[in-house]
């Protein structure tokens, strides 16, 4: 099989850079390990950005987020029992975020794809991407248990952090940056109306909880647990229990029950590896760089690598011009490492460290006070919360 741009990974990045591709007149194939069901169940992100809603619209994939997306103008912080609301508007002349799961895009993703009669393989492993310092790089994968080879003319990694496209570069040609944390997010879905009309991020000295929401009848929430802890400890009286604790305000505030229908623990790491791009391999997306997800920022960081990266290739593919396919890694990973520091700002800022000195816990409340009383400091987290523009 042979193609323009071999994609591999139907995540958000690589199905949104073939959808983008296909307006542009070019053609790719995606390559995905996993079957259909999987990558639309697969319960990950929920806030969109300002900039990553205009991209999806502008696209002509933001219709049913239009009409089920819920937009939000603001968050809660809450802390020392009490609630502190930073606009996002005010402070970004006029910017906002859109509640609508990594669900949701990805199912509106495939059923455009599928619509255009766009080749996406589910079951499709790539094995290897060979050939990358030449014109003609390819992809070996398996499917429906024989191997075979996609030929490309340029291949991108899609394939998220554990990847076979990252490895794919020779050995000590990237440079990789890392952080990992003392800490894990055990995430919930439950059948309850949200308790609260904006998200809530919650900083107590037990740790930190968010409570977010994936439409008018349910609820999505999270707790900061220890990264080698177990969902085993976790039955539902006790999830509920702590998510009321950590909640705890002065207000008349309740937190609703409800069944809860789904639980998982996931560890954070901020990463990044550089340059993004090995000669006619390009990496995208969580493929390259992951952050802890208090920011919110992993999908909209997939999203505007892609979307660079589709202007890019239409540069190369109508005008033979590969200016800003030099330019991809340099400028992405500007981006990048804003998002990067702004989810490093978030994570220490609201999370417990069990290794933190009292003088810590003192820097860390005097900052959350400082950013709830101070124009200048809600509007900066504002303006990286709903995001810089994407292109
Ligand atoms: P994905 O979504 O991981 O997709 C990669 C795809 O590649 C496939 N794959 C392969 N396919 C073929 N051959 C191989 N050898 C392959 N190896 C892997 C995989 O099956 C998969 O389908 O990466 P992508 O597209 O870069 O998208 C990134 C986002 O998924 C991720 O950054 C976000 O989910 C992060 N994230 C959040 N981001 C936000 O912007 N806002 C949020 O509110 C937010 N909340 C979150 C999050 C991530 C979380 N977890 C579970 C890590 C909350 C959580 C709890
Ligand atoms: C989510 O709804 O899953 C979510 C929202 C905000 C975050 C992280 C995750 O910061």
């Avoid at 007149?25 to 205009?54: K, N």
């Avoid at 002349?93 to 059923?111: C, F, N, P």
């Avoid at 794809?113 to 080749?119: D, H, S």
């Avoid at 929430?221 to 604790?245: F, G, M």
Wanted: with cysteine; proline share 4%; net charge negative.
């Amino acid at each position: 099989m042979r193609t323009r741009v071999g994609i591999i990974g139907a995540g958000p990045a690589g199905l949104l850079l073939s959808h983008l591709l296909h307006r542009q007149g070019i053609d790719s194939v995606v390559l995905e390990l996993r079957s259909r069901d999987y990558v639309e169940q697969r319960q990950r992100a929920g806030i969109l950005e300002h900039g990553t809603a205009e991209v999806l619209r502008a696209s002509g994939a933001g219709e049913r987020m239009d009409r089920q997306g819920l937009p939000h103008e603001g968050i809660e912080l809450r802390f020392d029992g009490r609630s502190h609301r930073i606009d996002l508007t005010a402070g970004t002349g006029g910017r906002s975020v859109m509640v609508y799961a990594q669900t949701e895009v990805v199912k509106d993703l495939i059923a455009l794809r599928e619509q255009a009669g766009g080749a996406v393989l589910f079951g499709a492993e790539a094995l290897s991407v060979d050939g990358v310092d030449t014109t003609a790089p390819s992809i070996r994968y398996r499917h429906g248990g024989a191997e075979r080879t996609l030929d490309c003319d340029i291949v991108v990694a899609c394939d998220g952090f554990h990847g076979i496209g990252r490895r794919s570069v020779p050995e000590g040609l990237l440079t990789v940056s890392e952080r990992t944390y003392p800490f894990a997010w055990l995430g919930i879905l439950a059948d309850v109306p949200p308790s609260c009309d904006e998200l809530v991020y919650a900083h107590h000295a037990r740790g930190f909880a968010l409570h977010s929401m994936r439409s008018p009848r349910v609820s999505r929430l999270y707790l900061q647990v220890d990264p080698a802890d177990s969902t085993d400890n976790w039955p539902d009286e006790r999830i509920w229990d702590e998510l009321d604790t950590r909640f705890t305000t002065d207000g008349a505030w309740r937190l609703g029950r409800g069944p809860i229908t789904e639980k998982g623990i996931t560890p954070m790491r901020s990463f990044v590896a550089e340059p993004m791009r090995h000669g006619r391999l390009f990496l995208a997306g969580d493929a390259a760089h992951i952050v802890p997800p208090t920011g919110a920022k992993g999908l909209n960081l997939a999203v505007a690598d892609v979307t660079l990266l589709a202007r890019a290739l239409a540069h190369w593919h109508i005008r033979q011009d590969e200016t800003l396919l030099d330019g991809y890694s340099e400028t992405a990973l500007r981006r990048v490492w804003r998002a990067e520091h702004f989810s490093y700002t978030m994570t220490s800022l609201l999370h417990t460290d069990p290794g933190a000195t009292d003088f810590d816990r003192r820097l860390q409340l005097s900052h959350l006070r400082y950013i709830a009383s101070s124009g200048a400091a809600s509007a900066s987290l504002a303006e990286n919360y709903a995001g810089l523009p994407v292109v």
